[in-house]
């Protein structure tokens, strides 16, 4: 907020069509978009947070819809699900009364009068939600809640010169390994490297890695390391017959795009959902780092490297390609509708309202008693656990 071009903004009172504001885990960007008088479309690269359900009206319910940050698919056990719920409650209440209060003091530092965050969380015209059944599952989403998984795939560039003379080369196919750009993958247990190369040193196939170091002590010959490589240009190769993964939700995405079996090795926030979804959906299998082993490593990628397994996932590819418009299209063709129609309100009717709906209680997450009952819900599992 003291950048000078953003306070330049307000002060100018420039007009927009619309604002496109991400929904993750700040909402400092509403209060922008208010002064501005703009119509505002949110955006995620992820699957709903917990505060989304009562923003946008949604419906949850932890019988089927596992918590974003925690293991655990559609099947989830009892526990799992107790697991969840109580999560989910603790999540959105801290960012109800932490994270929201936090931003509305920040911003009201620079503009008087501003409606809360909550309120202006609410009037968002439309949700364009990171998320695809063909990968999660269905689920009940209002008419404001528009999927848009896979907009960010973009037409394959054509690969460096002694990347693709690796990979065409190669008379078994290629998997290619990347752990994403958060994790170093060279600050990994000695013991799990160790096995990961074992593994990989017996496979047939050649393997191109996303290494961050300069060297690989003991690389086997089959494996071509770098610091950066274009990742779905690389996974749009026909030659590429699987990925090795952590399973964050862009890197899925992208192989369920291009059909390309995952093995899954999820370490930290949304990658254990994001795995179970894969696994549940059958284009991967899940391996964890505690139970890695290069047996264990090897079994794995014989199941997806099996004939039947890969044309399963060419067909859950087929059938993720086969919609009326493409992701991106979507997402463009409702931007727009929101900044056609500024004055139209697309929300859920019962979004903000006290009302029993198939067994779960819907409210204002601002309503004091209701919020009062999220506490007891969570004093009591909490005592339940201590017994």
């Given at each position: 907020?003291?950048?000078?071009?953003?306070?330049?903004?307000?002060?100018r009172r420039m007009k927009f069509d619309v604002a496109v504001v991400e929904q993750f885990n700040g909402d400092c960007a509403l209060g922008l978009a208010h002064i501005l008088n703009t119509p505002v479309v949110g955006l995620t690269s992820h699957l709903l947070m917990p505060y989304h359900y009562d923003r946008y009206g949604i419906s949850y319910n932890p019988s089927y819809i596992p918590f974003l940050l925690l293991d655990g698919s559609t099947k989830s056990t009892l526990m799992q699900r107790l697991s969840h719920t109580i999560s989910h409650i603790y999540m959105k209440l801290i960012y109800q009364y932490l994270t929201q209060r936090y931003e509305y003091k920040i911003i009201s530092k620079y503009v008087d009068n501003i409606p809360s965050l909550e309120e202006l969380g609410?009037?968002?015209?439309?949700?364009?939600?990171?998320?695809?059944?063909?990968?999660?599952?269905?689920?009940?989403?209002?008419?404001?809640?528009?999927?848009?998984?896979?907009?960010?795939?973009?037409?394959?560039?054509?690969?460096?010169?002694?990347?693709?003379?690796?990979?065409?080369?190669?008379?078994?196919?290629?998997?290619?390994?990347?752990?994403?750009?958060?994790?170093?993958?060279?600050?990994?247990?000695?013991?799990?490297?160790?096995?990961?190369?074992?593994?990989?040193?017996?496979?047939?196939?050649?393997?191109?890695?996303?290494?961050?170091?300069?060297?690989?002590?003991?690389?086997?010959?089959?494996?071509?390391?770098?610091?950066?490589?274009?990742?779905?240009?690389?996974?749009?190769?026909?030659?590429?017959?699987?990925?090795?993964?952590?399973?964050?939700?862009?890197?899925?995405?992208?192989?369920?795009?291009?059909?390309?079996?995952?093995?899954?090795?999820?370490?930290?926030?949304?990658?254990?959902?994001?795995?179970?979804?894969?696994?549940?959906?059958?284009?991967?299998?899940?391996?964890?780092?505690?139970?890695?082993?290069?047996?264990?490593?090897?079994?794995?990628?014989?199941?997806?490297?099996?004939?039947?397994?890969?044309?399963?996932?060419?067909?859950?590819?087929?059938?993720?390609?086969?919609?009326?418009?493409?992701?991106?299209?979507?997402?463009?063709?409702?931007?727009?509708?929101?900044?056609?129609?500024?004055?139209?309100?697309?929300?859920?009717?019962?979004?903000?309202?006290?009302?029993?709906?198939?067994?779960?209680?819907?409210?204002?997450?601002?309503?004091?008693?209701?919020?009062?009952?999220?506490?007891?819900?969570?004093?009591?599992?909490?005592?339940?656990?201590?017994?």
């Amino acid at each position: 907020m003291d950048d000078e071009e953003v306070q330049d903004l307000w002060k100018r009172r420039m007009k927009f069509d619309v604002a496109v504001v991400e929904q993750f885990n700040g909402d400092c960007a509403l209060g922008l978009a208010h002064i501005l008088n703009t119509p505002v479309v949110g955006l995620t690269s992820h699957l709903l947070m917990p505060y989304h359900y009562d923003r946008y009206g949604i419906s949850y319910n932890p019988s089927y819809i596992p918590f974003l940050l925690l293991d655990g698919s559609t099947k989830s056990t009892l526990m799992q699900r107790l697991s969840h719920t109580i999560s989910h409650i603790y999540m959105k209440l801290i960012y109800q009364y932490l994270t929201q209060r936090y931003e509305y003091k920040i911003i009201s530092k620079y503009v008087d009068n501003i409606p809360s965050l909550e309120e202006l969380g609410r009037n968002i015209k439309f949700l364009l939600l990171y998320n695809n059944m063909m990968l999660t599952g269905s689920n009940i989403l209002p008419a404001n809640v528009i999927e848009v998984g896979g907009y960010h795939v973009s037409k394959p560039q054509p690969l460096r010169d002694d990347l693709l003379k690796f990979i065409e080369e190669s008379e078994h196919g290629v998997i290619y390994v990347s752990f994403g750009s958060m994790l170093r993958t060279a600050t990994m247990p000695k013991d799990k490297m160790q096995a990961i190369l074992d593994a990989l040193a017996e496979l047939p196939q050649r393997v191109v890695w996303k290494w961050e170091a300069k060297s690989l002590p003991g690389k086997p010959k089959n494996i071509f390391i770098s610091k950066w490589l274009p990742q779905n240009d690389l996974l749009a190769h026909p030659n590429v017959v699987a990925f090795y993964s952590h399973c964050g939700m862009l890197g899925t995405t992208e192989a369920l795009y291009h059909g390309v079996p995952l093995v899954g090795m999820p370490m930290f926030a949304d990658q254990f959902r994001n795995a179970a979804a894969m696994e549940e959906s059958g284009f991967g299998v899940t391996v964890k780092l505690e139970n890695l082993t290069k047996d264990n490593l090897l079994e794995k990628f014989k199941t997806v490297l099996d004939p039947k397994f890969r044309a399963n996932v060419k067909l859950l590819s087929k059938a993720w390609h086969d919609r009326p418009k493409s992701a991106m299209d979507t997402a463009i063709h409702w931007t727009e509708f929101a900044a056609k129609y500024p004055t139209l309100t697309f929300s859920v009717p019962i979004q903000g309202n006290y009302c029993i709906e198939s067994e779960r209680l819907q409210s204002r997450a601002r309503s004091l008693d209701l919020d009062f009952m999220n506490v007891l819900i969570l004093f009591t599992f909490k005592l339940l656990e201590a017994v």
